[in-house]
């Protein structure tokens, strides 16, 4: 029986968020729609799992991955999760991270590419109040 963990979800366009998951091997493919990777980008005890082929399979460009100096080592495409490390497998991501890596990844990004760079911009989302078109009786 699969036991739970929870993890930092991260989708395009999304802010990051909690999430409840199951830890067994068809749970963590639903998560990132196909074919687990794992990558250890941080010192931290903990693991970005995406899809293996997000990016071969044309997922959208989801966020970029920095070192300390800001600059881009990889751009994860598809969703993806923050998850922390079992003995053996996937656990838990610790209490300690959440916050850290629900800010890391707080807000979505977008790319651009000039030249032979690349530069990820944060989206802010904002929510707009729909304008009521009013007219007056001399508009008519």
Known sequence: MSENIDVVMVEAGKPAA??????????????VGGSIEAAYFYD???????????????????RA?????????????????ICGL?????????Q???DKYLKMFEKPETFLKIGHKVFAMQVE?????????TTTHEER
């Open 44 to 62: 931290d005890p903990i693991a970005l799992v995406c899809n293996e082929e997000g990016k071969l399979n044309g997922m959208p460009l989801n």
């Open 125 to 133: 989302s904002k929510i707009i109040a729909p304008h009521k078109a």
């Open 65 to 81: 991955v920095k070192d300390e100096n800001g600059e881009i080592m990889d751009i994860i495409a598809g969703k993806f999760f």
């Open 18 to 31: 909690m999430a409840t998951i199951g830890s067994d091997l068809e749970s963590l493919q639903r998560a």
């Open 86 to 94: 079992g003995e053996e497998d996937f656990a838990s991501i610790p």
């Open 96 to 98: 300690e991270l959440q």
